[in-house]
């Protein structure tokens, strides 16, 4: 079992940054896959960013690349996404994601645990 706990999201400029956190509860926390997803009013939840269990294997949605990075610390079981030159676009609802899984194909529906999320409002 392992719970998440998302942090870090608030209001921001467009251009500005936020780096958002994800704490997580367990002893296995070094075995998941991990993802932030997220989730705009009246859409679907998409990915955003995963990092594999090693750290050592990234990705990223198209729309995101180049702007935000993902990053784990295995011995604080937190996961990070940096987010820099926000885009109104970008706001939504944020979620933290694990995926027990060895390989992930990062499909929200393939993820096993969920934070309750973190709202990101960028302002033009």
């Known amino acids: 079992q392992v719970q998440l706990v998302e942090s870090g999201g608030g209001l921001v400029q467009a251009g500005g940054s936020l780096r958002l956190s994800c704490a997580a509860s367990g002893r296995t926390f070094s075995s998941y896959n991990l993802g932030w997803f997220r989730q705009a009013p009246g859409k679907e939840r998409e990915f955003v960013a995963g990092i594999s269990w090693s750290g050592r294997i990234t990705d990223y949605a198209e729309s995101v690349k180049g702007r935000f990075t993902i990053s784990r610390d295995n011995v604080k079981n937190t996961v990070y996404l940096q ?3 926000l885009k109104p676009e970008d706001t939504a609802s944020y979620y933290c994601a694990a995926d027990a899984r060895v390989r992930t194909n990062w499909s929200p529906a393939g993820m096993d645990y ?4 973190t709202l990101v409002t960028v302002s033009s």
């Open 114 to 117: 969920w934070g309750k999320g």
């Open 83 to 85: 987010m820099n030159s």
